[in-house]
Structure formats: C-alpha cells, structure tokens
Nanobody, 123 residues
C-alpha cells in the first residue's frame, strides 16, 4: 500500500498562496488517482480536488474551483495542490489520498491517506 506524506502547509494572509505537496512511496504512483481533502474545525472531511490516474483529468469542489489547481508529477511520485486567493474559510487540515479508481471524489473511494498538513489563513 502506498504511503503518503504531505508538506507545504502554513500560515498565510487572506489573498495569499500556498503549494501543498504529497510525496508517495511504496507503490506505483502512476497507477493511483490522487486526491486532496480537507477538514475544517468542527466540520467533516470534504473533497477538494482530484486528478485521474488514466488521463490526468482534474476535478474540483465548487468552493475551490478557479482558485486551486491539482497536478501530479509521476516521475517524482508527487502530487501538488496550488492554492491561490486563499480565504479564511480555507483554513483546515489538508489530506492527500490515493485511489485505485480511474475517477474518485468520495472519501470511501480512497484507500491510502497521509497524516495531513495544517493550512491557516488569517483575515
């Protein structure tokens, strides 16, 4: 089973940007659809973005569409989440996840998870 480690979180002012990275090991990275989820304080974990394993098709939650960009580099076994125009409501722990499905956006679709990285956006 693939192991995932997130990095790149931190504190940023509203309107700022961060890029999260998800380094994978122990599996064949290119065979996984990669996703990002987040859990804000007092809320359930929610889908943010995903990138397909077969055609790199990307899809996003409506709340981040146009501001966040998911990408992957199969040669580096790494997925990324570029976050622009960050707002206080984006404050959350962000998790990277891997799925064997061609397309996935539900929590149950993802079998491997990282430990998460904190993103805090100040107003």
């Amino acid at each position: 089973q693939v192991q995932l480690v997130e990095s790149g979180g931190g504190l940023v002012q509203a309107g700022g940007s961060l890029r999260l990275s998800c380094a994978a090991s122990g599996g064949t990275f290119s065979t996984y659809t990669m996703g990002w989820f987040r859990r804000a304080p007092g809320k359930e974990r929610e889908f943010v973005a995903a990138i397909s394993r077969i055609d790199a098709y990307t899809y996003y939650a409506n709340s981040v569409k146009g501001r966040f960009t998911i990408s992957r580099d199969n040669a580096k076994n790494t997925a990324y989440l570029q976050m622009n125009s960050l707002q206080p409501e984006d404050t959350a722990v962000y998790y990277c996840a891997a799925s064997y499905l061609n397309y996935a956006s539900n929590l149950a679709d993802f079998g491997s998870w990282g430990q998460g990285t904190q993103v805090t956006v100040s107003s």
